[in-house]
């Protein structure tokens, strides 16, 4: 049983880790492609069009592909405060 499990274990970790990479490579893209907007905006006054879209997908797609490797490494952001009940 024991075996099984680590069967499946180490490629997943290898997967959760490859995973993390390529989101940080997307975070990567995702700056190259704001410096790109912010300079067509300012020198030749003409935005790049769905760069507003695609940074709001890409930020979805981020948070899903690192999510495992953060998982596993029990790096996840936690938060001890409380909302206030309504009375």
Same mark, same amino acid.
């Given at each position: 049983? @024991? =075996?099984?499990?680590?069967? #499946?274990? *180490?490629?997943?970790?290898? %997967?959760?880790?490859?995973?993390? $990479?390529?989101?940080? $490579?997307? #975070?990567?893209? !995702?700056?190259? %492609?704001?410096?790109?907007?912010?300079?067509?905006?300012? +020198?030749? =006054? *003409?935005? !790049?069009?769905?760069?507003? @879209?695609? +940074?709001?997908? *890409? !930020?979805? /797609? #981020? +948070?899903? /592909?690192? /999510?495992?490797?953060?998982?596993? *490494?029990?790096?996840?952001?936690?938060?001890?405060?409380? !909302?206030?009940?309504? /009375?």
């Amino acid at each position: 049983m @024991e =075996n099984g499990f680590r069967r #499946i274990l *180490s490629p997943a970790l290898g %997967i959760a880790i490859v995973a993390n $990479a390529i989101g940080t $490579a997307v #975070i990567f893209v !995702l700056v190259g %492609i704001m410096n790109v907007d912010v300079i067509a905006r300012g +020198v030749f =006054n *003409s935005p !790049l069009r769905g760069v507003v @879209e695609v +940074v709001i997908f *890409s !930020l979805v /797609l #981020i +948070v899903f /592909l690192q /999510l495992p490797d953060v998982v596993r *490494s029990n790096r996840l952001t936690r938060s001890d405060g409380f !909302l206030p009940a309504k /009375l």
